[in-house]
């Protein structure tokens, strides 16, 4: 359903830690750019041979997420807004540590694999150093997709928010914009890049001690 709405989405990851460690997540997609075009959509049985899934159908994807994060350890106070006038959806929680949200993507990941996929370790935060390491390799059986809407991806946005405790002194992202505080870091990157693996939201954040 991305692919059909000429770019007009937003994935944003917001990440803050505070000076104990401990912190707050959230992952938001927001189509509400092409929420008139959504809305046709969803009344439809397929569109270009893939299912439109329903609204019931999304909403029990959605809380499945929901449930793997309430079960993994470190995360709490899970909570999921699902909003099919505007598109918006965003799932939130608390976590002990940033290393907590590894677990949670692990427990995801194999959800829905039939072989068990080896934990990653997409986020960390030790000894003043803030790492998130991604990499979105995308599966050859949706290259050809890729490659025939990526003009469709050019206006859409990965953002990632990154608020941490005390200054920032250097990041190895130079695509990356520290605020005026210097205390958030933000990365944006458009739908089309992103998918084609040429930039990366990888990302090493150092800040000054306590």
Partial sequence: ?????????????????????????????????????????????????????????????????????????????????????????????????????????YNLENYYTEREIPIKQLYSFKKNIYLRNADFLVPNKHKKMIAEEKGNLLSAKYISIVRLPFEVIEMSNEKAKLAKNKKAVMLRIGGDKLLENTNTVTNKIKIKSS
């Fill in 1 to 105: 359903m991305l692919f059909t709405l000429s770019g007009c989405f937003e994935i944003i990851e917001e990440i803050t830690i505070y000076p104990d460690g401990k912190g707050k997540a959230g992952l938001t997609v927001n189509l509400s750019q092409g929420k008139a075009k959504l809305s046709s959509i969803m009344l439809m049985d397929s569109i270009k041979g893939n299912a439109v899934p329903t609204k019931e159908e999304i909403l029990a994807e959605l809380e499945t997420a929901k449930e793997i994060a309430n079960s993994t350890q470190g995360l709490h106070n899970v909570s999921l807004t699902a909003n099919f006038d505007d598109f918006i959806f965003e799932l939130t929680c608390n976590f002990d540590s940033v290393e907590c949200l590894n677990h949670f993507v």
